[in-house]
């Protein structure tokens, strides 16, 4: 870590270290409060209707920037950076609610009150906060030159694109791929997911020897390839080619006369779709491969642990206005005592209402809390570094395996059938929300250190904000449940909370679990450990569909050519950041073309070619556009030239 730092030179952020601003006032509290409201309402539906969401950063920062040239606000610049941070908590903690909840509707308990089911996502907001707050600086200072956080430095860019000739490369890649991705998602001109199936020869490949191709040319992962970089972004595609090259054909060889249930209906795992054995086998090998991730990271950062235990300590001996005041602006955050104790608050809350509601015994809150807080820490490191590396949270795939324990370990002392299916629901809920939380403010916290605001007031109001889109999404819930339900016909899908009915019904009901596939998995990341590759990277690849990792390694494949186009380690810095540049017009005008999208299929638009789209011209369509966004992108970081000066993140740099 050390010898990595040492060898790049420090940035300077666009708000100096040593100056004071107006970052928090009336306007930023309303705007930031009333974008939270908006997105947790939209993206809550979102989430239920084609189990996706969408990030705030994008479409908050070009509205924020919009309304401020609007207003003629002198302040602008630190206002945005927290007005974007305040809105993101209307889908950071969403998952929690919209992943996990409807599987009580799925189930058919509707007795629960509003009460009872905004409990765990309020707390587990609060808490996925402070836990992003303990370890911010190892994340976003001790290891700036180590994570990428594309969708941090995503974000950063989109905010600093107001200042100089950056912003016409800001809006010119970003309107590209706002349309790129209107017309994929909204028309189908072309295939989205880019499949070896779709030729004869793939079909031919997939009956025979069970192996399948495919990429996701969506113009956002793309962009977040180029700042995971090539090593990552090549470790993470190893581990799906792991998945579907390696584990999907041994289990079709091995286990060929095996039956499984798909759709109801008996069949033949040798007839089975490569899709479902994935689903229902080799992820499992994925889930178990980011557990032991999570042992492994804890570990591997005892020192942090340790050194968060000594702040702590050292914040109860001393007065923390006396700590506080020895450091820099932009290093304060909320007093560690305050943090710790915060902490603790909410878990006996969360104690007390579990005990209060859902447990039939002490001993069973007190198995129930060590769970909760056990995977709490151990997956927001896991989710916290997957944010950095990749720009996404396997948020549920670590639900199910804490699921899985919990069904094991309370069933041990009695809690079983109904009860136990709401109780172990109401954790999962919990966690859920704070593992997302924890994740997706980290990187706003990494967007306060690139561009030089205040983490502590940063922290507060998203304390705030989090509490608000919290409540509002429960709203959001049950008026959908009233609206359309999440069973029969018309139902909303709920594709998350599906999953999670199915898997935890069985197993309160005394059916059992994947356990030799998780421990092939957790053995596996063991030996990934022993031979350095990094096995959180490798996991995610294995645990993730191939078409969402491929896109990574065509971008990392991008971001190293780029940096090591030329001798001048000055111009491929210079080609780098122009990159990166474009990267984030990418990503924003991305995530802005696909909300687009994606309301105005809630709407009823559908002018989508169904028909064409299956089709091989189509894919090939598909794979000359992608090549021609693949190009965009390299070609104008590689016009970057020498003369020019200029350097950093808020930097313009040169045609």
């Known amino acids: 870590m050390s010898e990595n730092q040492s060898k790049i030179t420090p940035f300077d952020p666009p708000m100096s270290p040593n100056k004071e601003y107006q970052e928090i006032n009336s306007y930023v509290v309303f705007w930031g409060l009333f974008y939270a409201a908006v997105f947790a309402l939209a993206v809550g539906y979102l989430c239920l209707k084609i189990g996706q969401t969408v990030d705030a950063f994008a479409p908050v920062s070009v509205m924020a920037m919009g309304m401020a040239i609007m207003l003629k606000r002198k302040n602008s610049f630190p206002e945005n950076v927290h007005i974007q941070a305040i809105a993101s908590a209307g889908t950071n903690g969403i998952g929690g609610a919209m992943f996990i909840l409807p599987a009580f509707y799925i189930l058919g308990n509707n007795s629960l009150s509003y009460f009872q089911m905004a409990v765990p996502i309020i707390l587990g907001s609060l808490l996925g906060?402070?836990?992003?707050?303990?370890?911010?600086?190892?994340?976003?200072?001790?290891?700036?030159?180590?994570?990428?956080?594309?969708?941090?430095?995503?974000a950063a860019g989109v905010l600093t694109s107001g200042e100089g000739s950056k912003a016409k490369l800001m809006i010119f890649s970003g309107a590209i791929a706002l349309i790129y991705d209107f017309i994929l998602s909204s028309l189908g001109w072309w295939q989205e997911v880019i499949s070896s199936t779709t030729f004869s020869w793939g079909q031919q490949l997939a009956d025979k020897a069970k192996l399948t191709f495919s990429l996701d040319n969506e113009s956002a992962l793309l962009g977040i390839g180029f700042f995971t970089g090539l090593r990552y972004a090549?470790?993470?595609?190893?581990?799906?080619?792991?998945?579907w090259f390696v584990c999907i054909p041994v289990i079709y060889y091995l286990a060929g006369d095996h039956h499984m249930i798909v759709k109801g209906k008996d069949i033949l795992l040798a007839n089975a779709p490569i899709g479902v054995v994935f689903r229902e086998y080799v992820r499992h090998?994925?889930?178990?491969?980011?557990?032991?991730a999570g042992v492994i990271g804890l570990l591997s950062m005892s020192n942090v642990v340790i050194s968060v235990a000594k702040n702590v300590m050292t914040g109860l001996l001393k007065r923390s206005s006396d700590t506080q005041q020895s450091l820099q602006r932009t290093q304060k955050d909320i007093p560690m005592p305050l943090i710790v104790s915060g902490m603790v608050a909410i878990i006996l809350l969360f104690a007390t209402f579990f005990h209060t509601f859902f447990s039939q015994s002490i001993l069973q809150t007190v198995l129930a809390m060590v769970i909760v807080v056990v995977f709490s820490i151990m997956f927001s490191v896991v989710g916290i570094s997957s944010i950095a590396f990749t720009g996404t949270e396997p948020v549920s795939g670590m639900t199910i395996f804490m699921i899985i324990v919990s069904a094991l370990i309370l069933g041990?002392?009695?809690?079983?059938?109904?009860?136990g299916i709401t109780a172990i629901l109401m954790m999962s809920a919990f966690l859920c929300t704070t593992l997302g939380v924890a994740g997706n403010f980290m990187s706003e916290l990494k967007v306060a250190h690139l561009l030089g605001a205040t983490p502590r007031k940063m922290q507060q109001w998203q304390l705030v904000s989090s509490m608000l889109a919290a409540t509002l999404a429960i709203g959001v819930l049950i008026l959908l449940n009233q609206a359309y339900g999440f069973v029969g016909q018309g139902a909303l899908p709920a594709p998350q909370a599906n999953a999670m009915a199915v898997i935890v019904k069985p197993l309160m009901e005394g059916g059992s679990a994947q356990w030799p596939l998780y421990m092939t998995g957790a053995f596996f990341a063991v030996i990934l450990w022993m031979v350095k590759v990094p096995p959180l990277a490798f996991a995610l690849g294995a645990y993730l569909p191939m078409e969402i990792n491929l896109p990574l390694l065509v971008g990392g494949l991008i971001s190293h050519f780029v940096s090591n186009s030329s001798k001048d380690e000055h111009l491929n810095a210079l080609r780098l950041s122009k990159g990166e540049t474009i990267a984030s017009g990418l990503i924003a005008g991305g995530a802005i073309g696909s909300l687009i999208s994606a309301v105005l299929r809630i709407m009823g638009f559908n002018y989508f070619l169904e028909e064409w789209v299956e089709t091989p011209a189509a894919t090939y369509l598909g794979v000359f556009v992608y090549l021609l966004l693949c190009t965009l992108l390299y070609k104008i970081a590689m016009s970057a030239k020498a003369a020019t000066n200029d350097s950093g993140l808020n930097k313009t740099v040169g045609s």
């Not at 600086?137 to 594309?150: A, K, L, N, Q, S």
């Not at 090549?234 to 998945?243: C, V």
């Not at 090998?285 to 032991?292: D, E, H, K, T, V």
Request: net charge neutral; charged share 10%.
């Open 285 to 292: 090998i994925g889930i178990g491969m980011l557990a032991m």
């Open 234 to 243: 090549a470790i993470i595609t190893a581990g799906s080619f792991f998945s």
């Open 412 to 419: 041990s002392v009695g809690m079983h059938g109904d009860m």
């Open 129 to 154: 906060v402070l836990i992003a707050a303990i370890f911010r600086r190892y994340f976003c200072e001790e290891m700036h030159h180590v994570y990428p956080f594309p969708q941090g430095r995503a």
